[in-house]
């Protein structure tokens, strides 16, 4: 047996174009990663992205088996590399959230009695009823979304349930899809998994529980009793509880490692499997968010992750079971104007000069002499609205501003919609809030400063590269004593701490709060005039 500091963890994410492991010591430092890519390493599964998309461009799959061949792939790679299997003392993971994978009728046999002889791919070529199974990319299900809503009693009530109004990409609806249309595959099925927990089903030789947090993403799972909701099961398919198993807690230990993996790879048999999660949650357990901190991925879309005590779940964002803390939330935002409108223009007013863009937003002052712009170049998610919408000191609405008023106009409007729809899902800034910054744009301070300022909190910044297979190493650790009581943050400060940046302007809070109110009244109003 290794001695404790000798111990490593693992943190396997299956995600939508490749499957990748991280290993860290009991210090926390990565010791090996490694991946396979899907469209390359696996080619005669003919993806691309990882996924096959339909003639009709709304239902998009994954074939399950390639899953299962890219571990196959990944463990020899991590063996040939020399990592000692038997050092491994928890393991978890992440999956790309929503995706469902169908196991047949005495798939659940043939998982506890895998030959070690074999690999998983030719074990299991016969164990799933569905070989291509519904991803998050899929928008196919937008009947049974307003069959779930109406029998939930309208989109807000499912919302109130759930944690989100129904989403074709959230599982329950592609489950009723899949009953609906493809009937006898439905009947063929013992168990559904999704990604997360099908993929530690392979590891515990067992049918693994689905765990809160990932759960919350289904459309199914109430997520303030922690438990299947009838009205939501019995909307989607007869007996789904069953099917689904009862949820358990994210930190849940769900059983030692298959003899499999002990006798193939030489994994100690004290190897302990740790729930696996959906793959934001396991990025929030990466980022070690805590209670009041916000962070803000600025890439393509604008993402905004949450920790939330006391949720408000609205028509708009996702509100999850926390993964770390069972006690709390965390909720997801999604903004898709973001860096491109950034672009657009920093290539308008600042002849596509990045420092001609910052140094318009070092130039103009805190509130922007009262000017907002809302700037949503294709349709927004959060608000469902399109268009530019330019307002003076007054609330009228102006047809042009000066470049450099423009540039502090679009970086304040965005800031001041992530801090909107945040706060109206429960979000609050306490004393000792952070924002958490990454991707793109995280990489200019003068951006980062109008976002300390509309937060009225410190930026830092953090590298988001590996932060879901860090989340997931970091929950297997946590996993072993989480049942005594022993808090995630306790387990984790030995984790590079993130880069302080800036910090918010003394007046930041008094000018902002000021400008919240009248940029949510400005957004109602652009609302009204735009809907159709």
Same mark, same amino acid.
């Given at each position: 047996?290794?001695?404790?500091?000798?111990?490593?963890?693992?943190?396997?994410?299956?995600?939508?174009?490749?499957?990748?492991?991280?290993?860290?010591?009991?210090?926390?430092?990565?010791?090996?990663?490694?991946?396979?890519?899907?469209?390359?390493?696996?080619?005669?599964?003919?993806?691309?992205?990882?996924?096959?998309?339909?003639?009709?461009?709304?239902?998009?799959?994954?074939?399950?088996?390639?899953?299962?061949?890219?571990?196959?792939?990944?463990?020899?790679?991590?063996?040939?590399?020399?990592?000692?299997?038997?050092?491994?003392?928890?393991?978890?993971?992440?999956?790309?959230?929503?995706?469902?994978?169908?196991?047949?009728?005495?798939?659940?046999?043939?998982?506890?009695?895998?030959?070690?002889?074999?690999?998983?791919?030719?074990?299991?070529?016969?164990?799933?009823?569905?070989?291509?199974?519904?991803?998050?990319?899929?928008?196919?299900?937008?009947?049974?979304?307003?069959?779930?809503?109406?029998?939930?009693?309208?989109?807000?009530?499912?919302?109130?349930?759930?944690? &989100?109004? $129904?989403?074709? !990409?959230?599982?329950?609806?592609? #489950? %009723?899809?899949?009953?609906? +249309?493809?009937?006898?595959? =439905?009947?063929?099925?013992?168990?559904?998994?999704?990604?997360?927990?099908?993929?530690?089903?392979?590891?515990?030789?067992?049918?693994?529980?689905?765990?809160?947090?990932?759960?919350?993403?289904?459309?199914?799972?109430?997520?303030?009793?922690?438990?299947?909701?009838?009205?939501?099961?019995?909307?989607?398919?007869?007996?789904?509880?069953?099917?689904?198993?009862?949820?358990?807690?994210?930190?849940?230990?769900?059983?030692?490692?298959?003899?499999?993996?002990?006798?193939?790879?030489?994994?100690?048999?004290?190897?302990?499997?740790?729930?696996?999660?959906?793959?934001?949650?396991? &990025?929030? $357990?990466?980022? !070690?968010?805590?209670?009041?901190? #916000? %962070?803000?991925?600025?890439? +393509?879309?604008?993402?905004? =992750?949450?920790?939330?005590?006391?949720?408000?779940?609205?028509?708009?964002?996702?509100?999850?079971?926390?993964?770390?803390?069972?006690?709390?939330?965390?909720?997801?935002?999604?903004?898709?104007?973001?860096?491109?409108?950034?672009?657009?223009?920093?290539?308008?007013?600042?002849?596509?000069?990045?420092?001609?863009?910052?140094?318009?937003?070092?130039?103009?002052?805190?509130?922007?002499?009262?000017?907002?712009?809302?700037?949503?170049?294709?349709?927004?998610?959060?608000?469902?609205?399109?268009?530019?919408?330019?307002?003076?000191?007054?609330?009228?609405?102006?047809?042009?501003? &000066?470049?450099?008023?423009?540039?502090?106009?679009?970086?304040?409007?965005?800031?001041?919609?992530?801090?909107?729809?945040?706060?109206?899902?429960?979000?609050?800034?306490?004393?000792?809030?952070?924002?958490?910054?990454?991707?793109?744009?995280?990489?200019?301070?003068?951006?980062?400063?109008?976002?300390?300022?509309?937060?009225?909190?410190?930026?830092?910044?953090?590298?988001?590269?590996?932060?879901?297979?860090?989340?997931?190493?970091?929950?297997?650790?946590?996993?072993?004593?989480?049942?005594?009581?022993?808090?995630?943050?306790?387990?984790?400060?030995?984790?590079?701490?993130?880069?302080?940046?800036?910090?918010?302007?003394?007046?930041?809070?008094?000018?902002?709060?000021?400008?919240?109110?009248?940029?949510?009244?400005?957004?109602?109003?652009?609302?009204?005039?735009?809907?159709?």
């Amino acid at each position: 047996m290794a001695a404790a500091r000798d111990f490593l963890y693992l943190g396997f994410d299956f995600s939508t174009q490749q499957l990748k492991v991280v290993a860290v010591d009991g210090n926390l430092s990565v010791v090996h990663q490694n991946n396979v890519q899907f469209d390359s390493e696996l080619p005669e599964f003919r993806t691309q992205g990882g996924v096959h998309i339909h003639a009709d461009k709304l239902t998009v799959t994954s074939p399950v088996l390639m899953w299962v061949k890219a571990l196959d792939l990944l463990l020899d790679k991590m063996k040939r590399a020399g990592l000692d299997f038997s050092r491994v003392r928890a393991l978890s993971g992440s999956g790309q959230q929503h995706g469902s994978v169908f196991w047949r009728k005495g798939a659940s046999e043939t998982l506890k009695q895998l030959d070690p002889d074999q690999d998983l791919n030719q074990l299991l070529q016969d164990s799933f009823s569905v070989s291509d199974c519904p991803v998050w990319m899929d928008s196919s299900s937008t009947q049974q979304c307003h069959e779930l809503q109406a029998a939930a009693g309208g989109a807000l009530r499912l919302a109130e349930i759930t944690g &989100s109004r $129904a989403y074709e !990409r959230f599982t329950g609806n592609q #489950i %009723a899809k899949l009953r609906q +249309t493809r009937p006898n595959e =439905f009947q063929d099925a013992e168990r559904i998994s999704l990604v997360s927990s099908f993929a530690a089903s392979l590891f515990l030789g067992d049918y693994a529980a689905i765990d809160f947090s990932d759960g919350s993403g289904m459309n199914l799972l109430d997520i303030r009793t922690r438990t299947w909701s009838k009205i939501c099961l019995e909307a989607t398919a007869p007996h789904l509880d069953r099917l689904l198993g009862t949820p358990l807690p994210s930190t849940s230990v769900l059983g030692p490692v298959s003899s499999y993996f002990v006798q193939r790879y030489g994994f100690s048999d004290g190897c302990r499997v740790v729930a696996f999660t959906g793959d934001n949650p396991a &990025s929030l $357990a990466g980022m !070690r968010l805590q209670q009041g901190d #916000i %962070a803000v991925s600025l890439g +393509t879309s604008d993402t905004v =992750f949450l920790w939330l005590q006391q949720p408000r779940p609205a028509l708009e964002g996702h509100v999850f079971c926390n993964p770390v803390d069972w006690q709390a939330y965390m909720a997801l935002l999604c903004f898709k104007n973001g860096s491109l409108t950034r672009e657009r223009i920093r290539n308008e007013c600042t002849e596509g000069s990045w420092e001609h863009f910052s140094a318009s937003l070092r130039d103009t002052p805190l509130g922007n002499n009262g000017h907002i712009g809302l700037y949503f170049d294709t349709m927004e998610i959060t608000p469902p609205a399109v268009g530019v919408h330019r307002f003076d000191g007054d609330d009228n609405e102006v047809s042009s501003l &000066s470049p450099q008023v423009e540039v502090r106009a679009l970086v304040e409007g965005q800031f001041l919609s992530r801090r909107l729809h945040g706060e109206r899902l429960g979000y609050s800034i306490i004393p000792g809030t952070r924002v958490l910054a990454t991707g793109g744009a995280s990489s200019n301070k003068e951006i980062l400063q109008v976002l300390s300022d509309v937060f009225n909190a410190p930026v830092y910044t953090i590298d988001l590269s590996n932060s879901t297979c860090l989340g997931a190493a970091y929950r297997a650790l946590h996993g072993l004593v989480a049942e005594t009581g022993v808090c995630f943050f306790d387990v984790v400060k030995k984790a590079p701490e993130p880069q302080l940046i800036v910090t918010p302007h003394p007046t930041a809070q008094e000018v902002y709060d000021t400008m919240l109110r009248r940029f949510a009244r400005l957004e109602e109003r652009v609302l009204q005039e735009t809907r159709p």
